[in-house]
């Protein structure tokens, strides 16, 4: 709204404007009145909000240490000493402390995640627990629970080695349930429906049994460790994008697989594994025979650095020196850096490789330079055989 003192025609004196006041009052004012000294009024007003501003300050510091006024925080549950009775209780291989602690509770081994958890806390190799199954003993302290799992000689578990064949796997569960000799061959082939193998195996189960470390308790069957093993094996097998990486290798993801097995059984570290990857997927993309011996040994059981003129002559779908393409199934259950190698190869346009010595592998695109490698692989093999104490392989 305008204001009407300051429109044109209606200033002080003006017809109809208002009239104007004595001297030194404002307009409207009556007489008698003394106006308050504008420096006072601005005076009071700063030491009004000097006290405020004060009085606010003063109450966020009380607030704030009122909030953060450190509280006793009560002590964890705790038991004392070293428990009675027994009890297991397993580690799976990738647990928390926090997961085992409450496994621990459930068990009654110790009072308290917390508890345990701290004690672990206070501990430099308090996260250093192996996988297994424990035996314990009811409410113990957490320190003393702390002390039994810390030690690997008291983890009952199976471990698998990257590599292993799955024959070789099978015996190693005979031996730790103690179960006669061929027990746990005869039941993956009667129960290979409870296994729930992936489709792309068609029920083989060869490559799928994961390299790892397993608990076993009293009640632990062959079959509840082979599942286990299925089971690891599919989780990888998604952590590491297997059925992706089939697609950019052009190969099926039970192919990859295989490969990855291969690399188990033709080189000893990553980094070659990666390049022996990279020599088969040229060799395929040539329609070359793979040649390798690792396939020869799978079909006769045996391994062995030495393959002769007659082997190369074997009559079985795994010999790779007379069939072009992949074996017929993976050779191996390969691990977590063989998976990886297959699904990331090294860049290179390689076609031979052979380890001439250990930790001397050599990768060549060269016919020739391949048979020079060769010539002296063969001839540290027989100064190795002809050395006291030697022996062929």
Request: with cysteine; aromatic share 6%; glycine share 8%.
């Amino acid at each position: 709204m305008t204001d009407p003192y300051s429109t044109p025609g209606l200033t002080p004196g003006h017809l109809g404007a208002p009239v104007t006041e004595p001297e030194g009052l404002p307009p409207g004012q009556p007489y008698g009145y003394e106006p308050p000294d504008p420096r006072r009024l601005r005076t009071g007003a700063a030491c009004c909000l000097s006290v405020f501003a004060v009085l606010a300050v003063a109450a966020a510091v009380a607030l704030g240490g009122l909030l953060l006024w450190p509280k006793g925080q009560p002590k964890a549950a705790d038991y004392v000493g070293n428990g009675t009775g027994t009890v297991q209780v397993s580690v799976p291989r990738g647990a928390s402390l926090t997961q085992i602690g409450k496994s621990l509770v459930k068990a009654d081994v110790v009072a308290s995640v917390k508890a345990f958890t701290d004690a672990a806390a206070n501990t430099p190799a308090g996260t250093r627990i192996q996988p297994g199954t424990y035996t314990l003993k009811r409410k113990m302290s957490a320190a003393a629970a702390l002390g039994v799992l810390l030690d690997p000689a008291n983890a009952n578990a199976l471990t698998i080695p990257e590599g292993w064949r799955a024959a070789q796997i099978y015996a190693a569960v005979d031996q730790k349930l103690k179960l006669a000799p061929g027990t746990t061959a005869k039941t993956a082939q009667q129960k290979a429906g409870d296994l729930e193998l992936p489709d792309i195996t068609g029920g083989k189960i060869e490559g799928f049994l994961f390299p790892s470390t397993y608990a076993v308790t009293d009640e632990t069957t062959a079959i509840d460790l082979l599942k286990q093993m299925v089971e690891q094996a599919a989780r990888v097998h998604q952590t590491e994008g297997v059925d992706a990486a089939a697609v950019l290798n052009r190969q099926s993801p039970y192919g990859l697989v295989t490969v990855a097995s291969l690399l188990e059984g033709e080189a000893d570290n990553p980094e070659d594994m990666a390049k022996v990857a990279r020599v088969i997927y040229n060799r395929l993309a040539k329609n070359m025979p793979l040649q390798l011996d690792s396939t020869i040994n799978y079909a006769l059981g045996r391994s062995t650095l030495t393959t002769t003129g007659d082997d190369t002559k074997l009559d079985s779908p795994f010999n790779t020196y007379l069939h072009p393409g992949l074996p017929p199934t993976p050779i191996a259950n390969p691990g977590q850096d063989a998976l990886r190698a297959a699904a990331h190869p090294a860049d290179g346009d390689w076609l031979y490789f052979v380890t001439v010595k250990p930790g001397d592998t050599r990768f060549t695109d060269s016919l020739e330079q391949q048979q020079k490698n060769v010539a002296e692989f063969n001839a540290n093999q027989a100064t190795r055989s002809s050395s006291p104490g030697a022996s062929g392989h």
